[in-house]
């Protein structure tokens, strides 16, 4: 058996490459029409486009936000079930995260700048469309290998390698846009994997670290509404030390 671990180790780390190499690559949805850019006060985000024309938008007294259902073309035919479910969380948190920094933005202007969240587009308000373009759910079965694998392997690390290879991962394309003109405010991608986890019980679980990192990109693109541009929004992170 010891024997034989060197050799999947080895296997499972070249296919981890190839994997890893490929994953990253999302297919274009049509939110985003420009050429996309990383931005290190946003490095959250995966690449974004700002429309110069149209920034003036931050700065106006009174807006309003609709969060449009997200779109799950990309990934509803391999989870039908799943895909519907996971869209309307990830709406549900955008909502909840925009309200609260829109909020919040009232309050500390003293109601000079009231924003806030609507049902349906109206004049006069902003856009937020979202795709989900990619979506692999964890290997539950992989991760239990993985975590059995490393307690005999001879080599440090084993289980956190085997379990990025088993890992989920997602990503997301997003368009903020004018509704009266339907221009274009800013348009951005994202993409994340599972959080690296000495342990975690949600390793166990197909779609756990999917929802998380979903909530993640909710909270970071609801940041954009703090500052538009010159918000600064880190990268979420990989880690994650709560296992539950």
Request: include cysteine; glycine fraction near 8%; proline fraction near 7%.
């Amino acid at each position: 058996m010891y024997s034989a671990i060197p050799r999947l180790f080895l296997a499972l780390g070249a296919g981890l490459f190839f994997s890893c190499s490929s994953s990253r690559t999302m297919p274009v949805s049509p939110l985003i029409t420009h050429p996309l850019h990383a931005d290190s006060r946003q490095s959250c985000f995966g690449g974004v486009w700002y429309n110069p024309s149209e920034q003036a938008v931050w700065n106006s007294p009174r807006l309003k936000v609709y969060v449009a259902p997200v779109n799950i073309d990309y990934i509803k035919a391999k989870f039908p079930k799943a895909a519907p479910s996971l869209a309307a969380q990830f709406r549900a948190e955008m909502q909840k995260d925009i309200r609260n920094v829109l909020e919040n933005k009232s309050k500390q202007t003293g109601g000079r700048m009231k924003w806030q969240l609507v049902d349906r587009p109206v004049p006069g308000s902003v856009t937020l469309r979202l795709a989900i373009v990619r979506l692999k759910p964890t290997d539950v079965g992989g991760n239990i290998m993985s975590d059995l694998v490393s307690l005999v392997s001879p080599l440090p690390g084993t289980s956190l390698i085997l379990g990025r290879f088993m890992s989920g991962d997602v990503g997301i394309e997003g368009r903020l846009s004018n509704t009266n003109t339907g221009a274009g405010i800013m348009e951005f991608k994202a993409y994340n994997t599972d959080p690296i986890t000495l342990f975690s019980v949600k390793e166990f679980e197909r779609f756990a670290f999917d929802q998380r990192n979903l909530r993640l990109f909710s909270s970071c693109i609801a940041d954009i509404f703090k500052a538009g541009p010159a918000s600064n929004i880190p990268k979420t992170g990989e880690f994650d030390l709560d296992p539950f």
